[in-house]
């Protein structure tokens, strides 16, 4: 009932998992990523357990393969399971339980994997892979996007459409982008437009946040001040 792209930025470091599917709030069952480590979609019926386990396993040093195996291996529904990961060394690997609905398959890629189940045919995965292949002009979150669109042209699942997610994470415990649409009538139209209001309101301050680097992030009165100023907004602190 979904299809998803999971990736590692080598350049940037940067994980990404970019999910949509015709059932609420994808974004809440589906994706896991942990900065250095990986990336992972569980899907179909999913099971929330297997994501951490997965991460686990690839912060130990296990393959992407080694890590899918030693998780699916203490669950007993992992005929009705589909995940997919990628580690920090790009190598990927996907399981689709032998239970899971057509069209139900994945493609690998340098870097990405993309796996559906329940979608209208199996070009959707095809055209999602071969969309992100080619658009590495794009920055990681735009790309995903863009092949997440293909992918609902040719088809995407073959129930409709709901909800959908992008969660990309680089330096920090937490993710860089972390995007929801839970509920909507054209999910990946909204939440394009959530990725353009990112980049605009929230993207520029990335840097004065507080982060691995800089604990306590911008502390300048002043300049924070400033910065509140050049976009239109009469604030102050109190001193």
Request: with cysteine; hydrophobic share 45%; glycine share 10%.
């Amino acid at each position: 009932m979904t299809w998803s792209i999971v990736a590692h930025d080598a350049a940037s470091g940067a994980f990404a998992v970019a999910v949509t599917t015709c059932n609420l709030a994808v974004g809440a069952a589906c994706p896991f990523l942990r900065t250095a480590v990986g990336a992972v979609s569980t899907q179909s019926m999913s099971n929330r357990y297997l994501g951490p386990v997965v991460l686990d396993a690839l912060a130990r040093g296990l393959s992407p393969q080694l890590a899918l195996d030693a998780a699916l291996a203490g669950d007993e529904g992992r005929g009705l399971r589909q995940i997919h990961v990628v580690d920090r060394h790009g190598r990927v690997a996907a399981h689709t339980g032998a239970n899971c609905v057509e069209w139900c398959g994945s493609v690998a890629g340098d870097g990405f994997s993309v796996a559906g189940n329940m979608l209208a045919n199996g070009t959707v995965v095809a055209v999602t892979a071969e969309v992100f292949a080619t658009r590495a002009d794009l920055p990681l979150p735009e790309r995903l996007m863009t092949a997440l669109h293909a992918g609902q042209a040719a088809g995407g699942d073959r129930r409709g459409r709901q909800s959908a997610a992008l969660m990309v994470t680089t330096t920090e415990d937490f993710p860089d982008i972390n995007l929801r649409v839970d509920d909507h009538g054209e999910p990946l139209v909204e939440l394009s437009r959530l990725l353009a209001l990112w980049r605009v309101q929230a993207e520029p301050g990335q840097a004065t946040r507080p982060s691995r680097a800089n604990p306590a992030g911008l502390l300048d009165l002043d300049a924070i001040e400033a910065g509140w100023k050049a976009r239109g907004m009469d604030l102050r602190f109190r001193r």
